[in-house]
């Protein structure tokens, strides 16, 4: 198995002198810089995916099962401020054709754990169902670095400048996303663009890959009563579809 690690056209030619760069189009380039993503696992059918995640810039990959095509992540124990990300990169093996990767994204549990007193205060009734999804803001977005170059934040976790959504439905509460994107059961899952600067649809090959990032943050403090002891679970599930 090799882990494809060959310099695409777009990497060659953005890259070269891009240290000497410091704005574009008269916006700063100011960002992370590019990260290594320490863990890696394959799907069985030509699928790579280097991955990571981070809670308040410290790992979290703890809470993360990965089971080769899907990463499951589980977020309890939150406060107002907190915030984490989640980073795969896929990549194809030797001898996989061309493909197009694919992704499925499901809102697993909603787990209330407890109703405290705090809680009924703030008006939740629910001893079944937390309420953590509704507060959690969440976005996915190609991971690709600043103006679609690797040495400027790819893989950092970060939306920098010129990088994209997935899909114009996947910034909002965790609950909206959820409810937006297909999830992993549905017939038709979400077709990711292997090179999301250029224009058209491409697929992988053997000489490029593509990450996206999963962010997530608590930023409402008023929600910290009627969200106590709630935590949520959800999946992100990928495969490729070769190139007819």
Same mark, same amino acid.
């Given at each position: 198995?090799?882990?494809?690690? !060959?310099?695409?056209?777009?990497?060659?030619?953005?890259?070269?002198?891009?240290?000497?760069?410091?704005?574009?189009?008269?916006?700063?380039? /100011?960002?992370?810089?590019?990260?290594?993503?320490?863990?890696?696992?394959?799907?069985?059918?030509?699928?790579?995916?280097?991955?990571?995640?981070?809670?308040?810039?410290?790992?979290?990959?703890?809470?993360? =099962?990965?089971?080769?095509? =899907?990463?499951?992540?589980?977020?309890?124990?939150?406060?107002?401020?907190?915030?984490?990300?989640? =980073?795969?990169?896929?990549?194809?093996?030797?001898?996989?054709?061309?493909?197009?990767? *694919?992704?499925?994204?499901?809102? #697993?549990? #909603?787990?209330?754990?407890?109703?405290? $007193?705090?809680?009924?205060?703030?008006?939740?009734?629910?001893?079944?169902?937390?309420?953590? *999804?509704?507060?959690?803001?969440?976005?996915?977005?190609?991971?690709?670095?600043?103006?679609? /170059?690797?040495?400027?934040?790819?893989?950092?976790?970060? *939306?920098?400048?010129?990088?994209?959504?997935? $899909?114009?439905?996947?910034?909002?509460?965790?609950?909206?996303?959820?409810?937006?994107?297909?999830?992993?059961?549905? /017939?038709?899952?979400?077709?990711?663009?292997?090179?999301?600067? #250029?224009?058209?649809?491409?697929?992988?090959?053997? !000489?490029? #890959?593509?990450?996206?990032?999963?962010?997530? /943050?608590?930023?409402?403090?008023?929600?910290?009563?009627? =969200? *106590?002891?709630?935590?949520?679970?959800?999946?992100? !599930?990928?495969?490729?579809?070769?190139?007819?």
């Amino acid at each position: 198995m090799k882990h494809n690690r !060959n310099l695409t056209r777009r990497k060659l030619l953005l890259g070269l002198g891009a240290l000497g760069v410091s704005t574009a189009g008269g916006f700063a380039i /100011v960002t992370e810089p590019a990260r290594a993503l320490d863990h890696t696992t394959t799907d069985g059918n030509g699928l790579v995916l280097d991955w990571a995640a981070t809670r308040n810039g410290g790992d979290d990959s703890g809470s993360v =099962t990965d089971t080769g095509s =899907t990463f499951s992540y589980s977020a309890l124990n939150l406060m107002p401020g907190d915030s984490g990300t989640l =980073t795969v990169e896929m990549s194809l093996t030797d001898g996989t054709a061309d493909s197009f990767p *694919q992704f499925a994204f499901e809102l #697993t549990r #909603t787990d209330e754990n407890d109703l405290t $007193d705090p809680e009924r205060e703030a008006g939740d009734d629910t001893p079944d169902e937390g309420e953590l *999804q509704n507060y959690l803001d969440v976005k996915i977005f190609y991971d690709t670095g600043t103006l679609g /170059v690797d040495m400027w934040g790819a893989t950092n976790g970060e *939306q920098d400048l010129g990088e994209g959504l997935i $899909d114009p439905d996947a910034e909002g509460t965790l609950a909206e996303v959820a409810d937006a994107l297909p999830d992993k059961d549905d /017939v038709e899952w979400l077709t990711l663009d292997a090179e999301p600067t #250029t224009s058209g649809a491409d697929p992988l090959t053997d !000489n490029n #890959t593509v990450a996206v990032s999963f962010g997530w /943050v608590f930023a409402r403090s008023g929600a910290i009563n009627a =969200t *106590q002891t709630d935590s949520v679970s959800f999946d992100l !599930n990928f495969y490729v579809a070769e190139v007819e």
